[in-house]
């Protein structure tokens, strides 16, 4: 999020705002501290805390296990391929 703070814009990010996004979201801000709204912030942090630190965890475990078999060999891409000019070499 990236805009002035003004009448307008000021708890811009507040419950009815919060409620209408998916779950799971990052909000990065950039503007001021008064464009979020804290009783919100907190509130939405104190009930996603647990899904966004095990969520990165998880997917990163998925990922090795499309990877590498038992044995520690190659057996395949991952399931979120980020650069995949750069994978394709490492792997073979």
Known sequence: MHTPLNAHTQDLMNKEASAAMKDGPRIINTARGQFVNEDTLIEALQSAAITTRINPELNAMKNIMKVVDNDGEYKGEPLTLVNK????????
């Open 85 to 92: 000019k750069w994978f394709q070499p490492a792997a073979a």
